[in-house]
Nanobody, 125 residues
Framework: QVQLVESGGGLVQAGGSLTLSCAASGRTINRLPMGWFRQVPGKEREFVAGISWGGGSTNYVDSVKGRFSISRDNAKNTVYLQMNSLKPEDTAVYYC??????????????????WGQGTQVTVSS
């Protein structure tokens, strides 16, 4: 099973930007679909963005389209989430997740096998 460690979270003003990184270890992720999810206390975990194992396909929740961008560097075994024009409603713990070998891109958390511990993103108004 792959181990995932997120970094790059923090406090930012509305309108600002952050880049989250997800470093994988234990196995290569170059054949695994990857995703970013977020969760606010008291609410269900929400899909944010996903990228296919080949990197050719991505999808996003409607609320972040045009502002967030997911990418991957398989040589570095790392996935990124570039977040621009941040809003207070983006405040959450952000989690990186890995899907199954040669799996399909999915927005469902049940389709992901491995999860990081999360990184806090706080956007002030």
């Amino acid at each position: 099973q792959v181990q995932l460690v997120e970094s790059g979270g923090g406090l930012v003003q509305a309108g600002g930007s952050l880049t989250l990184s997800c470093a994988a270890s234990g196995r290569t992720i170059n054949r695994l679909p990857m995703g970013w999810f977020r969760q606010v206390p008291g609410k269900e975990r929400e899909f944010v963005a996903g990228i296919s194992w080949g990197g050719g396909s991505t999808n996003y929740v409607d609320s972040v389209k045009g502002r967030f961008s997911i990418s991957r560097d398989n040589a570095k075994n790392t996935v990124y989430l570039q977040m621009n024009s941040l809003k207070p409603e983006d405040t959450a713990v952000y989690y990186c997740a890995a899907g199954p070998f040669l799996g399909s891109l999915s927005n469902q958390d049940a389709r992901y096998d491995s999860w990081g511990q999360g990184t806090q993103v706080t956007v002030s108004s």
